[in-house]
């Protein structure tokens, strides 16, 4: 039976100009969606603080390959119960370094490198350079009010079949 040892390669950021010390969220195929987001909304939210006693002000997110998907999905929810957040996304590939043993001792293995797809999300409170390939503002998050609630009621087509007579 053949083992199987996977590695990433890591590179830096694809995002320029980031803090050493920023909240790094590596997103996994195998991550649990509610626990990261747990751990970066307290901090964000300022329910968890660091050493000087301040909130976070920026998270970056990223994800390669199965954890992608994941990874935009921690984000759109961040981004929805921490309001005012700017974003930058950035696409890249990553060298991932598969290595397969050998069942027969002394014999050699198989490494083989594969580029899988990878994200890397920066969302931060304070504004970023809207010019920055990948930027996007915060969302306006709004509530509907009643009347535009009746209001679209009344634009909904009766969609329910009709007998014959």
Same mark, same amino acid.
């Given at each position: 039976?053949?083992?199987?040892?996977?590695?990433? &390669? %890591?590179?830096?950021?694809?995002?320029? !100009?980031?803090?050493? &010390?920023?909240?790094? $969220?590596?997103?996994? !195929?195998?991550?649990?969606?509610?626990?990261?987001?747990?751990?970066?909304?307290?901090? $964000?939210?300022?329910?968890?603080?660091? /050493?000087?006693?301040?909130?976070?002000?920026? #998270?970056?997110?990223?994800?390669?390959?199965?954890? *992608?998907?994941?990874?935009?999905?921690? #984000?759109?929810?961040?981004?929805?119960? #921490?309001?005012?957040?700017?974003? *930058?996304?950035?696409?890249?590939?990553?060298? *991932?370094?598969? #290595?397969?043993?050998?069942?027969?001792?002394?014999? /050699?293995?198989?490494? $083989?490198?594969?580029? @899988?797809?990878?994200?890397?999300?920066?969302? %931060?409170?304070? /504004?970023? &350079?809207?010019?920055?390939?990948?930027?996007?503002?915060?969302?306006?998050?709004? @509530?509907?009010?009643?009347?535009?609630?009746?209001?679209? !009621?009344?634009?909904?087509? &009766?969609?329910?079949?009709?007998?014959?007579?």
């Amino acid at each position: 039976m053949w083992h199987y040892n996977g590695t990433a &390669d %890591s590179i830096p950021y694809p995002i320029p !100009g980031l803090a050493a &010390d920023i909240l790094h $969220m590596r997103v996994k !195929g195998g991550s649990k969606i509610r626990s990261l987001l747990q751990f970066a909304a307290a901090r $964000m939210q300022g329910e968890v603080r660091n /050493p000087n006693g301040m909130s976070l002000r920026q #998270v970056v997110f990223t994800g390669s390959g199965r954890g *992608v998907t994941k990874t935009i999905t921690c #984000v759109e929810i961040l981004k929805r119960k #921490v309001e005012g957040l700017h974003q *930058v996304s950035k696409l890249y590939y990553n060298t *991932v370094k598969e #290595v397969w043993k050998s069942p027969q001792p002394g014999a /050699p293995g198989i490494t $083989m490198e594969r580029r @899988v797809p990878a994200i890397c999300i920066y969302l %931060s409170k304070d /504004p970023l &350079d809207p010019q920055e390939p990948g930027y996007q503002p915060p969302q306006i998050i709004s @509530v509907p009010t009643e009347e535009a609630e009746r209001h679209r !009621g009344l634009q909904r087509k &009766d969609t329910r079949k009709k007998s014959k007579e």
